[in-house]
């Protein structure tokens, strides 16, 4: 899911109903509440991994069909596709040069660099810590005002430069052998406070959990009960390249899901955590940087599987979360 806040714009990825359906976007004004536009996307595009909405009216997209694409909201086509060497689990862009986009890799734990003005081949190949999939990827500007790259595979965050200059990214906190990152929330543009989400690591010995290729390559959700218990752990800026591990909050999180987690502007300088729990099926939220507990939003029927939250120029913005059959939005003043 994609929220475009200053068009009052929803991209939603999904299958067109029937047996064998293809992989499609449904685009849905908030303005109107007519029906979805649904728009077929290119063949073998594949499962629709992450959607990144580009000032200007475009959106970015990556997926599992190897490729990472610009679609235009003008024209409800795709304009441009990088072809990528691996599926893509992630995607992002930075405000300031929409020009540079970023893919996150599936299986080698690569984040590759492309210049929309000449995509035929990545700019940047940057080999990461692991070679666990990227499944988060934001764009960043850190205090001393230079481009950076966040990303997140299973062994946690790490910090990347935008232009490719370092040999390998900085993991922003100690590697913990006991427990899976599995998303990672931040509020562009600034790194200063993140939220990181961790279930505890899988006794494959013991038949604990489901095997490695699906915990990590599952295209289909898995529907489980109420989940594992995991926490969210807030990470702030202690120097210019220097972070640190601060309060913990327990949730009920997916045993495999790669779920999203998002930071929430409110006002008077203040944040919230959301996050969709497993017991609950829907989203709760928690202070920042405290995760005190906040409030809960009205459950689906089904475990969230997307979240977002999207600033408008104009003030506010929006809260969108998705299940296999319901989408919700909420409007955020600050």
């Not at 899911?1 to 359906?21: F, R």
Request: hydrophobic residues 35%; charged residues 20%; contains cysteine.
């Amino acid at each position: 899911m994609g929220i475009d806040a200053s068009n009052q714009i929803i991209l939603a990825s999904g299958k067109a109903p029937g047996v064998g359906g293809e992989h499609v976007l449904r685009k849905i004004s908030m303005l109107s509440s007519h029906e979805a536009h649904t728009i077929q996307l290119p063949p073998d595009t594949k499962v629709v991994k992450d959607i990144c909405i580009l000032p200007g009216g475009s959106a970015l997209f990556a997926s599992l069909g190897r490729r990472l694409s610009l679609f235009s909201m003008t024209t409800n086509s795709v304009v441009l596709e990088c072809n990528l060497p691996l599926p893509a689990w992630s995607c992002s862009a930075h405000d300031s040069d929409s020009h540079r986009i970023y893919a996150g890799l599936q299986v080698d734990g690569r984040v590759l660099v492309f210049d929309t003005r000449q995509h035929s081949r990545p700019l940047h190949s940057m080999a990461g810590l692991s070679k666990h999939l990227v499944h988060t990827l934001h764009s960043v500007t850190d205090n001393s005002g230079s481009r950076k790259v966040l990303s997140a595979s299973a062994i946690g965050p790490c910090m990347w430069d935008a232009d490719g200059n370092q040999s390998s990214p900085k993991l922003l906190l100690e590697d913990d052998n006991q427990r899976v990152c599995f998303s990672l929330a931040c509020a562009p543009p600034s790194s200063d406070l993140l939220v990181a989400s961790y279930r505890p690591k899988a006794d494959y010995s013991s038949g604990d959990a489901a095997a490695p290729s699906q915990a990590y390559l599952s295209q289909t959700p898995t529907q489980s009960g109420a989940g594992k218990l995991g926490q969210h752990t807030v990470i702030r800026r202690t120097g210019n390249a220097s972070f640190a591990e601060g309060s913990t909050c327990h949730s009920n999180v997916s045993e495999v899901r790669m779920c999203k987690s998002a930071i929430v502007p409110c006002g008077n300088d203040e944040h919230l955590f959301a996050y969709g729990d497993e017991s609950h099926r829907g989203v709760l939220t928690w202070r920042l940087p405290s995760l005190g507990v906040h409030s809960g939003l009205i459950p689906h029927r089904q475990p969230i599987l997307d979240l977002r939250y999207a600033g408008s120029r104009a003030g506010g913005g929006y809260l969108g979360c998705l299940s296999d059959d319901k989408l919700q939005v909420y409007r955020v003043d600050r």
